[in-house]
């Protein structure tokens, strides 16, 4: 799908593709989702650009991601999607336009216009689009995180804060549930990672180019973006790093939770091998065993059954260590 975006001055107006066909307006931005091999003719025909493939995005190698070609800057990032998975973006820069290429959603291109769309612009420019983008993509990352970092708070809480005694809390917390969450977490905030250098390397790469001439307050507008980046990365790494030790936690307290159920199963065998153990030696058959004869030969076993059940008990009692 193509959408294109003409500069109205008050506004960005948004065209079809179907009425840029039938239109000679010329447009700042061209948006372009999933595109068909019918649209691509039209972009190589109409605006004299060459698309990547999705194949071609998805290189990691940075001389695949960022180069220059026939005056125009192809610069590819990972960003996070609408599923909170990472995907790439292109952005193609010309000599007056604009051109993103994706083939998923991300909100930050709606919030973008959004935030437009409330606030009005003056006479956009397809630069400013692109570092306005950035921005929206920057914003949503710290909202990823700060979501992360509420998460992490609760987790947290339930994990060390909730219950009387650690053996009760540990019984009653769900760890495996936890864990999936703190899961969660960390991969959301390793993709938080990724796309935030990849918008560093992006944002140098345009800085240095040497055949593409950035207007000042160009430059000016992508030092600022590139100077949010470093507070949200160690928000990240800092986030990270409490990841690493809720996970470490709830595996500790897993394995207490494991040890106090085989102490309790140690402490019953210990407490019945006596009781048995007597049970064992009347349970013979021998001839020569005068205890047989008595007529008080079962009560007195099952005294002692029962004292030498007692006695272990009273025992780890007083070692506290039942």
């Not at 006479?123 to 710290?142: K, R």
């Not at 590139?226 to 986030?239: R, V």
């Amino acid at each position: 799908m193509l959408t294109f975006y003409i500069n109205n001055k008050d506004y960005l107006q948004s065209v079809t593709f179907e009425e840029m066909r039938h239109s000679k307006a010329s447009p700042i931005w061209v948006d372009i989702f999933d595109p068909t091999l019918e649209e691509e003719k039209f972009l190589k025909k109409h605006l004299k650009i060459a698309i990547p493939n999705l194949y071609e995005m998805s290189e990691i190698e940075l001389s695949n991601r960022l180069y220059q070609a026939n005056d125009s800057l192809y610069v590819t990032g990972s960003f996070i999607n609408n599923e909170q998975k990472t995907q790439a973006i292109t952005f193609i820069l010309s000599k007056n336009f604009l051109i993103t290429l994706r083939y998923t959603e991300f909100s930050f291109f709606a919030r973008y216009l959004n935030f437009h769309k409330k606030n009005g612009h003056v006479d956009l420019d397809f630069t400013d689009i692109f570092i306005g983008l950035l921005e929206a993509a920057i914003g949503q990352i710290a909202d990823y995180i700060e979501e992360v970092g509420h998460s992490i708070d609760e987790t947290t809480r339930v994990v060390f804060h909730s219950g009387n005694t650690l053996e009760k809390h540990t019984s009653k917390v769900n760890f495996k549930k936890i864990i999936h969450q703190i899961g969660n977490n960390g991969d959301l905030i390793s993709k938080t990672h990724e796309s935030l250098m990849s918008i560093y390397r992006i944002i140098n790469f345009i800085s240095e180019a040497k055949k593409f001439k950035l207007r000042s307050e160009d430059s000016t507008n992508l030092k600022i973006v590139m100077n949010d980046i470093p507070p949200l990365n160690d928000q990240a790494t800092f986030l990270s790093n409490k990841v690493n030790f809720l996970l470490d936690a709830c595996l500790g307290m897993i394995n207490i939770d494991q040890n106090t159920i085989i102490k309790v199963v140690s402490v019953a065998a210990i407490i019945f091998f006596p009781p048995t153990l007597v049970a064992s030696i009347y349970g013979m058959n021998f001839k020569a065993m005068p205890e047989l004869s008595w007529d008080l030969g079962y009560p007195l076993a099952l005294v002692l059954m029962l004292l030498s059940a007692l006695l272990p008990f009273v025992y780890f009692k007083y070692k506290d260590w039942i």
